[in-house]
């Protein structure tokens, strides 16, 4: 007889809670708008993750995304920089854990504009 076992969705991502944390940029490629003054404030549902974000160059940005089965987090993210763009764009993040903190490595790409393609790393404050 074989057996089942069925693992619901969020269960791999309980390792990875962002719910209520805040993170700061460690490092941004140049055509990246984000810099170390900018605070991103993460939430999460399960599977479902979204955060708001501003300051630096940014006035106001919000994201929202889901964890892929991969372990990775797919996102989309809009703002409005402080030279009054709006700038669009999508992220692949891939978490670690390094002295207790969570690190998000990220690949993105703007959407609107250029489409200019970077890396960036933000880590739990």
């Known amino acids: 007889m074989k ?7 969020h269960a791999k991502f309980m390792q990875y809670d962002l719910n209520n944390k805040r993170f700061r940029s460690l490092s ?6 984000v810099g170390n003054e900018t605070i991103f404030h993460y939430y999460q549902q399960q599977d ?4 708001t974000y501003s300051g630096g160059t940014i006035r106001q ?7 892929l089965e991969s372990g990775r ?5 809009q703002h409005v920089s402080t030279d009054n763009a709006f700038k669009t764009g999508k992220c692949i993040s891939s978490p670690a854990l390094i002295e207790g903190r969570i690190r998000l490595h990220e690949q993105w790409q703007w959407t609107s504009g250029d489409q200019a393609k970077g890396t960036s790393t ?3 404050i």
């Open 73 to 77: 987090l797919e996102m989309r993210y």
């Open 61 to 67: 940005g919000n994201m929202i995304g889901r964890w």
């Open 48 to 51: 479902l993750v979204w955060a």
């Open 3 to 9: 057996y089942i076992i069925i693992v619901p969705l």
């Open 28 to 33: 941004n490629d140049a055509h990246g708008d």
């Open 122 to 124: 933000i880590e739990e």
